[in-house]
């Protein structure tokens, strides 16, 4: 067979078989896997909100999540609202567990590290 007529047999196979899955969509994941977590709620604006409005509703909150892609997996920048009262060692470590495993079963991409920054607490009165 000709050399070329295998080069255009191996791109057509990596375009047809080939999935792109974007950050956004992986910041989803991770948003909503986020939420799902017990006394923890993701810190951003909801989509149906103005920006910069706080919010502990169910829901998707977009800002809250951020992924590189890098060598190693994927890093997932994570910034959320706990409940008052509530050990942040624990739900930060059982949010790193879920979202981690939420991305990695939905995506099949690895995930290198999960990063959490506690931006507020919210009191039961609020």
């Not at 057509?12 to 974007?22: F, G």
């Amino acid at each position: 067979m000709n050399v070329r007529i295998i080069q255009i047999i191996q791109y057509m196979k990596t375009v047809l078989w080939e999935v792109q899955i974007a950050n956004e969509v992986v910041a989803i994941i991770a948003g909503i896997a986020a939420n799902r977590s017990r006394r923890c709620r993701c810190h951003g604006r909801r989509y149906s909100e103005g920006i910069g409005q706080q919010t502990w509703n169910e829901g998707f909150i977009q800002g809250c999540a951020y992924c590189f892609f890098e060598d190693d997996g994927i890093r997932v920048d994570l910034s959320i609202i706990l409940e008052y009262g509530c050990s942040i060692p624990e739900v930060t470590a059982a949010v790193q567990d879920r979202v981690k495993s939420s991305i990695e079963t939905m995506t099949g991409l690895k995930v290198s590290d999960v990063n959490i920054r506690v931006a507020d607490v919210k009191i039961d009165n609020e």
